[in-house]
């Protein structure tokens, strides 16, 4: 059983930035398929960001790509999302997640096996 916490959240204004991490434990950190997922009041679960094993593929939805990066420590069991030029259109409540397979479909949320609580990221305009 893997246990994911994220940290990090809160309010910024638009234009600003904040940094979002995830510290697991319970399991092989270093086995696991890491993505960033958001999601709003009334909306599905919006895949952002995701990572493999190794750190060697990298993926991103559109609307981020060249604002966030996400990295990972396997040594630190920590996945991060660093978020800059936020925009109020990034307002949700932030996911991370973890699946035990070395090529997920990283985009669907029910590939994923262990969510953490999720933590709010609001953007002022």
């Known amino acids: 059983q893997v246990q994911l916490v994220e940290s990090g959240g809160g309010l910024v204004q638009a234009g600003g930035s904040l940094r979002l991490s995830c510290a697991a434990s319970?399991?092989?950190?270093?086995?696991?398929?890491m993505g960033w997922f958001r999601q709003v009041p009334g909306k599905e679960r919006e895949f952002v960001a995701g990572?493999?094993?190794?750190?060697?593929?990298?993926y991103y939805e559109d609307s981020v790509k060249g604002r966030f990066t996400i990295s990972r420590d396997n040594a630190k069991l920590t996945v991060s999302l660093q978020m800059n030029s936020l925009k109020p259109e990034d307002t949700a409540v932030y996911y991370c997640?973890?699946?035990?397979?070395?090529?997920?479909?990283?985009?669907?949320?029910?590939?994923?096996?262990?969510w953490g609580q999720g933590i709010q990221v609001t953007v002022a305009s």
């Open positions: 990572m493999s094993r190794s750190g060697g593929m990298i």
């Open positions: 319970g399991g092989i950190f270093s086995m696991y398929f």
């Open positions: 997640a973890a699946v035990r397979k070395l090529a997920p479909v990283y985009g669907d949320p029910n590939e994923y096996d262990y």
